[in-house]
C-alpha cells in the first residue's frame, strides 16, 4: 500500500550575518579599541604583534590584553580616519606601528606624536605629505620613521643614524649617476640627510621619472649628481635583498 508523505517544506535561504561595523571618524576611540584587540574588525592580514593573541569570543578587553599589544599595521581597511588614531592611546606599550595605504592624511601626525612609546612608524602609500612627515621627525626625532612611496634611488643604507650608502642596485638612476657603496648621502634638492630616515622623506612624495639633485661625501669630496627616480615596486625584491 503506498503511503503518501507530505511535500517538503522548502527551506528557507539562510541570511548570512552582517560582516562587524567598520569604525568610522564617529565611533568613540575606546569602542575602536575594543573592536581592535577583540578582533572584531579587520585592519589587516596581521595586525598585532606576535605575543598577543586575542581570545576570539572575548566581549571584555582587560588591561593585561591592553598592555601586551606592541605593534600595530593598519591598511586600507581602516575606517576610523585621522581621529579614530586617538584610540592608540589605549595601547600604553605600542612601539612599532605601520600604515600600509592607510586612508590618512596629514593630521594622522598629530595623533601618532602623542604615542608615548612609539619608537618605529612605518609609512607605506599613505598620503601623507613630505612636508608634514619632516615636521614628524622633528618634534620626534628618536622615533625610527620609515617612509616609502611610488619612487627610489635605488640605493640601500647601513646604520639608522648615519645616510652611507651599503649598496647601489645596478640599472637604477643612482648606478647610472655613478653612486657608490661608502658614498654618503648630505641632501637632496637641498634638503638635508643625516640619516635613512630624512632620505626617506625627502624622496617619499616624488615621482618614477623625477630626477633629484644630490649632493655626497666621497672621502673628503663633497660631489653632486642628477639622479632619475626609479619605479620601487620594480626594484624593491633587489633592495631587500640587502638588509638596511
Not at 581570545?55 to 588591561?63: E, H, L, M, N, R
Amino acid at each position: 500500500m503506498a503511503v503518501e508523505s507530505a511535500p517538503a517544506r522548502p527551506i528557507a535561504p539562510q541570511t548570512p550575518a552582517p560582516p562587524p561595523a567598520l569604525p568610522s571618524e564617529n565611533t568613540p576611540v575606546n569602542e575602536i579599541a575594543t573592536l581592535i584587540l577583540s578582533g572584531q574588525v579587520r585592519i589587516a592580514d596581521a595586525f598585532v604583534s606576535p605575543d598577543f593573541v586575542p581570545a576570539p569570543d572575548a566581549d571584555v578587553i582587560d588591561d593585561t590584553q591592553i598592555k601586551k599589544l606592541q605593534s600595530l599595521t593598519l591598511d586600507h581597511h581602516w575606517r576610523g580616519g585621522d581621529d579614530g588614531l586617538a584610540a592608540l592611546r589605549e595601547f600604553p606599550n605600542l612601539v612599532s606601528l605601520t600604515l600600509r595605504n592607510a586612508p590618512l592624511t596629514d593630521r594622522a601626525l598629530d595623533q601618532i606624536a602623542k604615542l608615548p612609546r612609539l619608537q618605529s612608524l612605518d609609512i607605506d602609500s599613505v598620503p601623507i605629505s613630505a612636508k608634514a612627515l619632516t615636521k614628524f621627525r622633528t618634534a620626534k626625532p628618536k622615533i625610527n620613521l620609515s617612509a616609502r612611496g611610488k619612487a627610489t634611488l635605488g640605493v640601500n643604507v647601513g646604520g639608522p643614524r648615519s645616510c652611507v650608502l651599503t649598496g647601489v642596485v645596478a640599472g637604477t638612476g643612482a648606478a647610472e649617476a655613478g653612486l657608490q657603496p661608502g658614498d654618503e648621502i648630505l641632501a637632496v634638492d637641498g634638503q638635508k640627510v643625516l640619516d635613512f630616515s630624512d632620505l626617506a622623506i625627502a624622496v617619499y612624495a616624488r615621482q618614477p621619472g623625477e630626477r633629484v639633485r644630490v649632493e655626497y661625501r666621497r672621502g673628503n669630496k663633497h660631489e653632486t649628481a642628477k639622479v632619475l627616480l626609479s619605479e620601487r615596486k620594480l626594484i624593491e625584491p633587489v633592495l631587500l635583498q640587502t638588509p638596511r
